[in-house]
């Protein structure tokens, strides 16, 4: 803690536009002397923090990053759903328990389908949906 007042509020917040800048001093602080350097506060006021330059995504690769890992994580479980259904078929697995895995497996593959396209969120819920179908076919075995 910094011991001001404002020292337990993120980084990235801003005052409302019609809120003026607080001084950190206090509203009781004297005036500051004429001969003060004023090229050593931030850009913006004494109360506000310097922008942040690492949180800027002008490229895109946060989006290229999120369409990767669904893709990626789709075809990982697809993959894996389809070797426990071709592993439960060679089994003496009841019939529904092979085709949850490869239902699921097949949920996965629209998933990394979709992901790879930029729907990254329907992604995210088509993996999910297919991982229950996979663990309810296990509840089978």
């Known amino acids: 803690m910094s011991g001001r007042a404002d020292s337990d509020t993120h980084p990235d917040t801003r005052p409302e536009p019609d809120e003026a800048p ?3 001093a ?3 602080a004297p005036a500051p002397a004429p001969d003060d350097d004023r090229e050593t506060l931030p850009p913006g006021g004494a109360g506000e923090r310097p922008e942040p330059e690492e949180d800027t995504d002008a490229d895109g690769s946060r989006a290229r990053r999120a369409r990767f890992v669904a893709a990626g994580t789709g075809a990982v479980l697809s993959v894996a759903g389809l070797a426990a259904a071709l592993l439960r078929l060679a089994g003496p697995a009841p019939a529904p328990v092979p085709a949850a895995y490869a239902g699921g497996a097949a949920v996965c593959v629209l998933a990394a389908v979709l992901g790879s396209r930029g729907r990254t969120r ?3 819920w088509l993996l999910v949906a297919g991982l229950m179908v996979m663990a309810l076919g296990d509840q089978f075995d």
């Open 26 to 28: 206090g509203p009781d």
């Open 122 to 124: 329907r992604a995210l």
């Open 22 to 24: 607080r001084d950190p």
